[in-house]
C-alpha cells in the first residue's frame, strides 16, 4: 500500500490571554502564521501567487513590528513529491510573503515557506486543478434525478422515467407502489420492482420488454444496497442477500438462491446509511464491501457456484482504510477523516478490480478549509469530489492516475452555488439541479470517457 504523507494542519489554534492591571507583558503567544488569501482552486499551466503570513509576535498593543522576518525561502513540492520552480519575497514591511509558480500537475502540491530570523516555518497544501474536459449541458425535463444513467441508443433513465431523445416522449417503468430500481448495460435497462424483474432493450425509438420474472418468496428482495448490470446478468444486494439473476439464451429470465452476505457487526455508512456495495472483480466474482467496528472497510469476495448461486470465498476479507465514499462498477473509494486540531483533515482513495483484488488506484489528501463531499450510494455508481468550504466558488473531481500514485483534479462545471445535495457527480455523468428557464428540470454533463481500470 502507498504511505500518504501526514496531513498538515492550514491554521493553528490561537490562544489569548487578557492585559494586566499593571501593565506587564501580555505573555501573548505567537500569531499562528499559514495562508492568506489563496484561491480556491490553483489552474494548471497557468501562474499561482499564494499569499502567506508568518508567525509573530503579540503586545498589548498590537503586532510588535520590531519583530519581523528580514528573509524568506519557499519550495513547492508537486503530487509526485518532484520540486516545482518557484519565487518568493516578502511584502508589507515583512509582516506578509508572496509565493509564485506555475503548475505542470494537477493534485495537490506541498508548499513550505521558511521565514527567519523570526516567523516560523509554514506548510500547506496547494490545490491544481485541469479545465472541465467533458461536454456541454443536456436539459432533462425531470426533477433532479437521483438515479441517472443513458443507454447506448441515447434514451435516459431518470428515476424510473425513461426520457427518449429521438422523439422527446417520456415511459414511466414504475408501477403504483413507487420509483423502480433501474440498471443499465449498453442498450440493456433491468428494472426491479413491484416484486418483478424486467429486462428491456433500447431499439432507438422504445424500450422493448424482453423478459420478466415475478419474484417468489424466496426471491423477494428487502433494501436494495446496490446492483451491477451486463446485458445478460443482474446482480443485486440487499440488505441480507446477494440475488443474481440471468437472461438465458431461451429468452426468459430467471433467478438463482439467493446467498447471505452479512456480518453480525456490520455498521450502515454514507450518507444514506447504506449497508453494502458491490465491486466487479471479474465475470464471475463479485466484491461485497461493508464496514465494521474496526472501524475500516472490508471486501470479502463472492463466485459463482455450479448451481449458478454465489458462494463466499475461502480466502479472508481484505481490509480497505476508512468507509466508502464512492463507488463504480470495478472499483471503490475510501476516506479516512483527521477531525481533531492540530492536523484536522482528509484522505481519500480509490481502489480498483485488479487481477481479482482490489489495489490502491490513487490517493489523495484533502486539507480544511477544502473537504470531501460524498454522494448517496445508494442511488447508484457515484464519486465523491472536493468543494472549497467558506465559499461555493469552485469545486473539483478527482482525476484517478494511470497506475498507483497520487489522484489529479478537474474543475466541475454548471453552477458553483448550489449546495452539495443538489449535485451529482458518477463515472459517466455530472448533473445537477435546474436547467434552462425556472428552477425545474436536471442539467446533465458528460464526462470524458475513460479507460482506466
Not at 408501477?175 to 428494472?191: C, H, T
Not at 418468496?217 to 451491477?228: E, G, H, P
Not at 456480518?263 to 466484491?287: E, K
Request: net charge negative; aromatic share 6%; proline share 9%.
Amino acid at each position: 500500500m502507498k504511505t500518504v504523507p501526514c496531513l498538515l494542519a492550514w491554521s493553528a489554534m490561537l490562544f489569548l490571554s487578557g492585559c494586566a492591571d499593571t501593565g506587564d507583558d501580555c505573555d501573548l503567544v505567537p500569531l499562528p502564521g499559514g495562508l492568506g488569501q489563496l484561491p480556491p482552486l490553483l489552474s494548471l499551466e497557468l501562474p499561482a501567487e499564494l499569499h502567506v503570513q508568518p508567525s509573530l509576535n503579540s503586545t498589548c498593543e498590537g503586532l510588535d513590528t520590531s519583530q519581523v522576518p528580514d528573509s524568506i525561502t519557499a519550495e513547492v513540492f508537486d503530487p509526485n513529491n518532484h520540486a516545482v520552480a518557484s519565487e518568493a519575497s516578502l511584502t508589507g514591511n515583512g509582516q506578509a510573503a508572496t509565493v509564485r509558480f506555475t503548475p505542470t500537475t494537477t493534485g495537490r502540491h506541498h508548499v513550505r515557506v521558511a521565514f527567519a530570523p523570526v516567523g516560523s516555518l509554514q506548510q500547506f497544501g496547494a490545490y491544481v486543478s485541469r479545465a472541465w474536459t467533458g461536454g456541454e449541458p443536456t436539459v432533462l425535463p425531470l426533477p433532479r434525478c437521483t438515479q441517472l444513467d443513458r443507454t447506448t441508443h441515447g434514451t435516459w433513465l431518470c428515476d424510473g422515467v425513461a426520457v427518449h431523445t429521438a422523439n422527446g416522449t417520456q415511459t414511466p417503468l414504475g408501477g403504483v407502489s413507487g420509483m423502480p430500481d433501474v440498471a443499465v448495460a449498453g442498450d440493456v435497462v433491468w428494472v426491479v420492482g413491484e416484486d418483478r424483474v424486467r429486462r428491456f432493450v433500447d431499439t432507438g425509438s422504445e424500450l422493448e420488454l424482453t423478459g420478466s420474472l415475478l419474484l417468489n418468496q424466496r426471491d423477494t428482495m428487502k433494501v436494495i444496497q446496490n446492483r451491477l448490470a451486463t446485458a445478460d446478468e443482474l446482480w443485486v444486494l440487499d440488505s441480507e442477500r446477494l440475488h443474481r439473476f440471468a437472461f438465458t439464451s431461451e429468452g426468459v429470465v430467471v433467478g438463482a438462491t439467493p446467498t447471505p452476505w452479512g456480518r453480525a457487526n456490520q455498521l450502515p455508512f454514507g450518507v444514506d446509511m447504506v449497508l453494502g456495495l458491490l465491486v466487479r472483480l471479474g465475470p464471475d466474482t463479485v466484491s461485497v464491501i461493508q464496514v465494521t467496528q474496526e472501524p475500516d472497510s472490508r471486501a470479502c469476495t463472492f463466485r459463482l457456484g455450479p448451481s449458478g448461486a454465489f458462494v463466499a470465498s475461502e480466502a479472508p476479507c481484505q481490509r480497505l482504510p476508512g468507509v466508502p465514499a464512492g463507488i463504480e462498477a470495478g472499483a471503490v473509494w475510501t476516506r479516512v477523516d483527521t477531525l481533531l486540531p492540530p492536523q484536522p483533515g482528509q484522505t481519500l482513495y480509490r481502489w480498483a478490480a485488479v487481477d481479482g483484488a482490489l489495489t490502491e488506484r490513487g490517493t489523495l489528501v484533502v486539507d480544511a478549509p477544502l473537504e470531501l463531499v460524498s454522494a448517496p450510494l445508494r442511488p447508484g455508481f457515484a464519486i465523491p469530489f472536493i468543494q472549497w468550504r467558506q465559499s461555493r466558488i469552485g469545486s473539483a473531481v478527482p482525476v484517478p492516475p494511470e497506475s498507483q500514485g497520487p489522484l489529479g483534479l478537474e474543475l466541475l462545471p454548471g453552477n458553483a452555488d448550489l449546495s452539495p445535495g443538489l449535485r451529482t457527480l458518477s463515472p459517466r455523468f455530472y448533473w445537477e439541479a435546474g436547467g434552462g428557464q425556472g428552477l425545474g428540470g436536471t442539467r446533465v454533463y458528460e464526462r470524458r470517457a475513460s479507460s482506466l481500470k
